[in-house]
């Protein structure tokens, strides 16, 4: 796959560039995540006010979406028509989400063999541009180095978790979220819809279970839930940014909210207490009720229906009050009820106790015997190990907050790290997955503080092959990439391992 891109350009020449101010032109070097392979060239490219992109058929999408990034910060009209000084198109010869990008002094070329490629090299050139690219209209020289570029992700699963369980997060706040994946190349983001604390989504069969299961969170606030239309708005919100959203409702621990909001699952007849205490609790279902098994047949009936994506996730995790035969059977009855609806399964590591039929995938977070286990029945990893990957760690001792029972994750630590294990490597790894539990987080402020940047340092762990990542090399991009994070607002951790470059 590699030769296609390397008959592109050459690898020995990939060498870092010359950094510059904040405020200035923006080195090939300080790409994150760093693409596979770089030529800096000599020059540079300016964007004037009376450019056009140049894009047709299917590429025309992608074309207006780069052109939508481009001119809200640049003020120009950036009409997209048959060519143009930026121009982007489908080939059928690099493999998917691969691109191609070559700036030279006239004009900008991105070429890609699908939507998802010319989007990633459209995300490239933006950070190609100044930091100002990222904000307001302002007055500046819309310059991009000549350099040549040819990259293609590592995995092909590059993904997030946030639990909107214990705290909910607002479809706007979310989306937001979104865009900022969509920069750092990730594609994934895996909704926690249900926990002890909250049932987060509209299930029209069983509506109790948002109104009342969602109406509130840790801390005893409000809470929140989607509606199904709000949810199928994000689902297409994230698609466009070529981000698949993974729905979770998980069973048959963290089963909480939902026995609180119906006196039918319980086994004494009465609804359970909301809960909305930060310690984790995981209340099972109760597996032998009679009307179990169809409530969690309708409720998967739905929300397989809501997301168009090929994988949904069944929890399965510490389900530690529920006999390890019912917790077999149980999961292998959620593979045949997903099945149904076309659903590949995807469980925590938990899940790699029970023989189940491939494919399917397990989320290893806490034990490799698990992922191994998984692995020999016949599944693909998600990688998300909490000493690394749990964003809801604390990212330093004197950071404000973040829990600890997996160690301090800075950002070296986020980093710093492969994912495959004994046991488990090559094909046998589907990806990435950072995730962050929402005990203790319970703003966007907060969302923010503990995703960025460690959420980059996982983008590139997740896109950029081992033998090209290195933490110093990373640090001092991200000091840079930092000036981004800035002029978008993100209110990232400013962790004393990076010499951040930007004023603030
Ligand atoms: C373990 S990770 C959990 C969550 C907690 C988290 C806190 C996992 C599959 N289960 O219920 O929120 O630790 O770090």
Redo the contacts with the bound molecule.
Sequence with gaps: MLSLLLACTDPDDHEPAESGDAGEVAAPSQLVPLPQLIKPGTGTFTLNADASLGATGPAVFAAEQLANYLRRPTGFALPVESTGEITLTLSDDLPAEAYTLEVTTEGVQIAASDAAGLFYGSQTLRQLFPAAIFGAQSAQVWTVPVVQIADVPRFEWRGVMI?VA?HFFTVTEIERQIELLALHKLNRLHLHLT?DQGWRIEILSWPNLATWGGSTEVGGGSGGYYTQDEFRGLVAFAAERHVTLIPEIDFPG?AHAALASYPELNESGVAAELYTGEA?ITTPLWLAGPETARFVADVWHEVAALSPASVVHIGG??AIDTSDADYRAFVQSLQATVALDGKELLG?DEIGIVPLNSPFLAQY??DADNAREAVKNGARIIASP?EYA?F??IQSPDAAYG?V??GIVGTEQAYDWDPELEGVSGVDIAGVEA?A?T?YIDDEEKLDFMLWPRLAALAEVGWTLPGERDWAGFSERLGWHGARLDVLGVGYYRTVEVEWMSAL
Excluded: F, L, T
């Design positions: 639990d214990r926990d963290h984790v995790d510490e925590w977070w806490y909490a749990y809801d760690m829990q029972w997996a995730c539990w005990e």
